[in-house]
């Protein structure tokens, strides 16, 4: 029997870092990070170059700007298509139901800004005054912005590399008059890419609650979720809790709940139990969720009946229960 050996796995302890830092490095927040002789050939070197060096006066501006904010949410996922940024867009209505309540919905998922679409403000302007960017209302109390906003066209696509993608990133935090809010409520981008942990650096400091991790209930979803899991602590995010998208199928007519995406290893709830981690719920698939959102309408207002509305207001008291706690 032939036996290999594991290979020795470094940790990687600074949690922007794709790989970890090698022998001879300067130091990732160093000013010559990314630069000189020390980093060449090191797989980090355009986050490095790109990462915040020393204290960035920007933080300043940014926690300024957050400040009355009074909880800031992110939406994670460990990978795309799980119905991340469509949770960002049920979130926003349900907690906007409240018209005690102020909330914003900031999109920061800069390869795919959906949530113009889907919260009904496709084709809207962002108005710039002397105080900032004035997020687009879509009714009273729910206000959004989004990249989405200051793209040409429908189809185009951002080619930016990793510098100037984060230069908008900061823009956006520095620049929004968000004013005062209740509840604001951050779609990142999926997985652990440079933007991702970039919103996240950024964000850290000006007290953010915690990230609402969403994923669906098969393994291939949960091995990546584990990832966004071990980011979080890492980055010491406090994981609100975790949210079972599409968990299951309701049938429009007759109601009937059928499950699509088997859950293999227990799914979402086994996973938090095994991680210590909130499980908020699991939230089935109705295929009109995709027409509310195609639509821009809320899916809680046209179908209050819907098990997946009922799924979703449940998921959105546990979730303010574990910012709260
Ligand atoms: S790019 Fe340079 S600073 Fe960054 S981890 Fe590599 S060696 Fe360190």
Redesign the pocket.
Known sequence: MITVEAPNIQKIENPN?KEP??E?????E?ED??KGD??DG?A??E??ESLPKGPDPDMNLINERLKDIKHKVLVLSGKGGVGKTTFTTMLSWALAADEDLEIGAMDLDICGPSLPRMLGAKGESVHASNSGWTPVYVNDNLGMMSIGFMLPEDDSAIVWRGAKKNGLIKQFLKDVDWGKLDYLVIDTPPGTSDEHISVNTYLKESGIDGALVVTTPQEVALLDVRKEIDFCRKANIKILGLVENMSGFVCPGCKNESMIFKPTTGGGKALCEELGIPFLGAVPLDPRIGKACDDGESFLDLYPDSPASTAILDVVDALIESIES
């Open positions: 870092l830092e090698p001879h490095c300067p130091g990732p160093s990070a990314g020390a980093c090191c980090n070197q986050i490095c």
